[in-house]
T-cell receptor, first 115, second 115 residues
Framework: GENVGLHLPTLSVQEGDNSIINCAYS??????FIWYKQESGKGPQFIID?????DKRQGQRVTVLLNKTVKHLSLQIAATQPGDSAVYFC??????????????FGTGTRLQVTL | DAMVIQNPRYQVTQFGKPVTLSCSQT?????MYWYQQKSSQAPKLLFH???????NEADTPDNFQSRRPNTSFCFLDIRSPGLGDAAMYLC??????????????FGPGTRLTVT
């Protein structure tokens, strides 16, 4: 299943299928991006990150793709499992000039895994 | 395990009654953040500390204050909670900007109810 943009906040995927969650970010100067997973009642949990000098990064069952030309970020989850059900947020680092990172979060996409 | 701890996990307060939420970390990170997250929304940054330097976001209401007595602890004070302040409050930590990663580590959150 594929979520084409933030106007589809819920993505339903069958167990075992691949999931693709998309995110449009706002600042062309952002140099670092993160995907977080947030389960109900819990804090966001780091999944994977990517710097702006890369266009792809792979982790365990997850891949992040970055297209700076169109300011688009995607998260691919292979062989989606019931435990992947959560809300997924992309975040961009919008301030590299100060002493701390400042992350701006996207709207979020709820991933529902059906059996 | 190194982690971010928030207490209490659930807090109920009365309209207008001051409340304090606490956060502690064992990661020894210089930066600590407070976010507000309302239902089905992305986390919104309220302020952050770099060591003892306090950095307020421009749109954070004066009703929200923070204290960081030492590296490990940070507190969020809501001086006169209104019904609109009911939310999940997330604490996060990170290494300083200029290090290799901008990842923020989140605590489990405190869910605040205002009656």
């Amino acid at each position: 299943g594929e979520n084409v943009g933030l106007h589809l906040p819920t993505l339903s995927v069958q167990e075992g299928d691949n999931s693709i969650i998309n995110c449009a970010y706002s600042n062309s100067a952002s140099d670092y991006f993160i995907w977080y997973k947030q389960e109900s009642g819990k804090g966001p949990q780091f999944i994977i990150d990517i710097r702006s000098n890369m266009d792809k990064r792979q982790g365990q069952r997850v891949t992040v793709l970055l297209n700076k030309t169109v300011k688009h970020l995607s998260l691919q989850i292979a062989a989606t499992q019931p435990g992947d059900s959560a809300v997924y947020f992309c975040a961009e680092n919008t301030d590299s000039t100060g002493t701390a990172s400042k992350l701006t979060f996207g709207t979020g996409t709820r991933l529902q895994v059906t059996l | 395990d190194a982690m971010v701890i928030q207490n209490p996990r659930y807090q109920v307060t009365q309209f207008g009654k001051p409340v304090t939420l606490s956060c502690s970390q064992t990661l020894n990170h210089n930066v600590m953040y407070w976010y507000q997250q309302k239902s089905s929304q992305a986390p919104k940054l309220l302020f952050h500390y770099y060591d003892k330097d306090f950095n307020n976001e421009a749109d954070t209401p004066d009703n929200f204050q923070s204290r960081r007595p030492n590296t490990s602890f940070c507190f969020l004070d809501i001086r006169s909670p209104g019904l609109g302040d009911a939310a999940m409050y997330l604490c996060a930590t990170s290494r300083p900007a200029g290090t290799s990663r901008y990842e923020q580590y989140f605590g489990p959150g405190t869910r605040l109810t205002v009656t």
